[in-house]
């Protein structure tokens, strides 16, 4: 167990609809991160979070957006969806920004969109 | 364009023999490298990294080689256990960034 949880573990959903992802990062952890695991495909990373700031984006579409709350959890949220959003949706957490450290991963949310 | 590559989909080694995974890069700004394993329904769980000014860490069964002329790093696991098998994942990093670039995973499979 990391520490790291993901609510909920499936989701499923219709073409065009919008959903929430909610990620609580480990006890102390400031830095959130958001990777995408679609088919076939290695872990993409979407966009970080550290201390309720917006850190760094990365291959995040402008239908998805994310934030931090004050007390660290994250929310990511999923509009318009396509067929091709259907994924794996992983949060990870870190202890600090500004230096490389290990991120630790929750179990993931899995979407389907039909 | 894939900055950094697994290109073994998949590995099959026998229970008590090293288990080799590769992985190469092309950005030659990558500085710190870090695998990961996933087992089926759960998140990728950090294993051990290198950094750019090392050509090797350790850690137990596990080890990290890192060759930069050749941007190419290889994980050692002996000797391998059934328990080991999993997908492992490669990922980098450049200049201090937390934004992770993850490689495609090689599953490996330990037969007992």
């Known amino acids: 167990d990391s520490g790291v949880t993901q609510t909920p573990k499936h989701l499923i959903t219709a073409t065009g609809q919008r959903v929430t992802l909610r990620c609580s990062p480990r006890?102390?952890?400031?830095?959130v991160y958001w990777y995408q695991q679609s088919l076939d495909q290695g872990l993409q990373f979407l966009i970080q979070?550290?201390?309720?700031?917006?850190?760094a984006k990365g291959n995040i579409l402008e239908r998805f957006s994310a934030q931090q709350f004050p007390d660290l959890h994250s929310e990511l949220n999923l509009s318009s969806l396509e067929l091709g959003d259907s994924a794996l949706y992983f949060c990870?957490?870190?202890?600090?920004?500004?230096?490389?450290?290990?991120?630790?991963f929750g179990p993931g949310t899995r979407l389907t969109v039909t | 364009d894939q900055q950094v590559k697994q290109n073994s989909p998949s590995l099959s080694v026998q229970e008590g023999r090293i288990s080799i995974l590769n992985c190469d890069y092309t950005?030659?700004?990558?500085?710190?490298f870090l695998w990961y394993k996933k087992y089926p329904a759960e998140g990728p769980t950090f294993l051990i990294s290198?950094?750019?000014?090392?050509d090797k860490n350790e850690d137990g069964r596990f080890t990290v080689f890192l060759n930069k002329s050749a941007k190419h790093l290889s994980l050692h696991i002996v000797p391998s256990q059934p328990g080991d098998s999993a997908v492992y994942f490669c990922?980098?990093?450049?200049?201090?960034?937390?934004?992770?670039?993850f490689g495609k995973g090689t599953k490996l499979t330990v037969n007992p």
């Open positions: 990870a957490s870190s202890v600090s920004a500004g230096v490389t450290y290990e991120q630790y």
């Open positions: 979070y550290y201390n309720g700031e917006e850190r």
């Open positions: 006890s102390g952890d400031l830095s």
């Open positions: 990922a980098a990093s450049a200049d201090g960034s937390e934004k992770l670039v």
């Open positions: 950005n030659s700004m990558f500085d710190y």
């Open positions: 290198i950094s750019s000014i090392k």
